[in-house]
T-cell receptor
Framework: NSKVIQTPRYLVKGQGQKAKMRCIPE?????VFWYQQNKNNEFKFLIN????????QIDMTEKRFSAECPSNSPCSLEIQSSEAGDSALYLC??????????????FGSGTRLTVL | KTQVEQSPQSLVVRQGENCVLQ??????????LRWFKQDTGKGLVSLTV?????DKTSNGRYSATLDKDAKHSTLHITATLLDDTATYIC?????????????FGAGTQLIVIP
């Protein structure tokens, strides 16, 4: 069972609107990833954090998204101005370590964003 | 060009049959490989992770192998159940010891029929 909680489950926005989604990582997991899964099952890495610090992000995220993982609050990913091509399933994953560990990478159920 | 290729793209089996899913990749350096199960519209559930050359893992009815020289992995599902109907995604972790970037395959859609 997923131990990463993502809200909302579904999000519908018009083009140009802001779209914000949240992720509560598994308790004690300092590492958080965001991925975008499109309708062709292609996954795109967006950004990752260790504690509150951004470790890596792609250009698109830097230019069009606002993301944070504050202490004692959910992580969030917000598209500043939604485009039709942003329609996708946004997946959050957390890990307790910055390294490989067998069963400790958990994905949330995702937020399905539809941009009209 | 995708660095993780999965085959077959889709597969239909009868309940109780065994099946084998394949994953070939070109990610370099390859740190580890994971298999995930994704039910329609839902998140990914980790089935197993393989790290070392010639690793073999077993998790109930799921077993997996990794050949790092060939950059190839297989996922075996024995005695399939209707609930096994899902997309199975192969994910390769890039880089040294860090979790780093994950490269996802497009998945194999498995359908189990009565």
């Amino acid at each position: 069972n997923s131990k990463v909680i993502q809200t909302p489950r579904y999000l519908v926005k018009g083009q140009g609107q802001k779209a914000k989604m949240r992720c509560i990582p598994e308790k004690g997991h300092p590492v958080v990833f965001w991925y975008q899964q499109n309708k062709n099952n292609e996954f795109k890495f967006l950004i990752n954090f260790q504690n509150q610090e951004v470790l890596q992000q792609i250009d698109m995220t830097e230019k069009r998204f606002s993301a944070e993982c504050p202490s004692n609050s959910p992580c969030s990913l917000e598209i500043q101005s939604s485009e039709a091509g942003d329609s996708a399933l946004y997946l959050c994953a957390s890990s307790p370590v910055w390294g490989v560990s067998a069963e400790t990478l958990y994905f949330g159920s995702g937020t399905r964003l539809t941009v009209l | 060009k995708t660095q993780v290729e999965q085959s077959p793209q889709s597969l239909v089996v009868r309940q109780g049959e065994n099946c084998v899913l394949q994953c070939n990749y070109s990610v370099t350096p390859d740190n580890h490989l994971r298999w995930f199960k994704q039910d329609t519209g839902k998140g990914l559930v980790s089935l197993t992770v393989l790290v070392h050359e010639n690793d073999k893992t077993s998790n109930g009815r799921y077993s997996a192998t990794l050949d790092k020289d060939a950059k190839h992995s297989t996922l075996h599902i024995t005695a399939t159940l209707l609930d096994d109907t899902a997309t199975y995604i192969c994910v390769v972790g890039e880089g040294g010891s860090a979790l780093g970037r994950l490269h996802f395959g497009a998945g194999t859609q498995l359908i189990v029929i009565p």
